[in-house]
């Protein structure tokens, strides 16, 4: 049994329907990363797993217990966390604020579980520590993604969903954020990872590609990141392509 299964799942915003019935399964230790153009359908599909969408049919289970249609504070509850497009950090609140929010959902823990968490957060991303009484305002776009992602791991997520962790980011910025998020997962995290930088693929266990709310691709991520007709395939990717 898999750790994170997504079966015929259909939802959309309003009446418009966005994902046509897709189906997918996440391993327990594994990264998977989704790619796809915008309008693919790739934030949609993180959004109801995270509970932000309703789910007109189909299943959501994690663990084998079904998570489709609990409320969002339920889902983090349950072991799910999202880092979401656009970052969305609370900007005038100070970075270890935001960190502490992140683990409302584990309050019962203490207050010594939350403050290793934080540590352990720190480690990831040692310039938050540098900046940890800053606002999280008036800190660069980099930074704030590594608060997003934090502030989603202090909530000890066993799937830690990260909707384009990438965007707006400097190259060598990106793969440093992939490393750690590779990090976050040989430390028994499940990451899931909307993309559309195949820089991420040296750390994709399992790809998925999505196009108009379908899954046209699920396969290994060392397969798609070895085969230039794959790529070329499935994400339109030329010869002259590096990013």
Do not use: C
């Not at 790809?207 to 070329?232: C, F, H, N, Q, V």
Request: aromatic letters at 6%; hydrophobic letters at 40%.
């Amino acid at each position: 049994m898999s750790l994170l299964e997504i079966s015929e799942l259909r939802t959309g915003y309003g009446a418009l329907p966005v994902l046509q019935g897709i189906s997918f399964a996440v391993e327990e230790g594994q990264t998977a990363v989704m790619f796809g153009l915008n309008g693919a359908g790739k934030t949609t599909t993180v959004n109801a797993i995270a509970g932000l969408l309703p789910t007109w049919s189909g299943e959501i289970r994690l663990d084998g217990k079904v998570v489709s249609g609990l409320e969002p504070p339920k889902v983090v509850a349950a072991g799910i966390g999202l880092s979401p497009e656009g970052r969305r950090v609370f900007p005038a609140l100070s970075v270890l604020t935001n960190l502490r929010l992140g683990a409302w959902t584990r309050k019962s823990d203490g207050k010594k579980a939350t403050d290793e968490t934080i540590e352990r957060v720190f480690g990831y991303f040692p310039r938050l520590e540098e900046r940890k009484d800053q606002l999280a305002g008036t800190m660069s776009g980099g930074e704030q993604q590594m608060l997003a992602i934090g502030r989603a791991v202090m909530s000890r997520p066993r799937v830690l969903l990260i909707d384009e962790a990438s965007l707006g980011l400097s190259p060598k910025l990106a793969q440093t954020v992939f490393q750690v998020v590779s990090q976050i997962n040989d430390d028994g995290t499940t990451v899931v990872i909307v993309e559309q930088n195949v820089g991420v693929l040296p750390y994709a266990d399992q790809a998925l590609i999505m196009e108009k709310g379908t899954i046209t691709y699920d396969g290994l991520g060392s397969d798609l990141e070895k085969s230039g007709d794959l790529r070329k395939t499935y994400l339109g990717e030329t010869s002259g392509d590096t990013t």
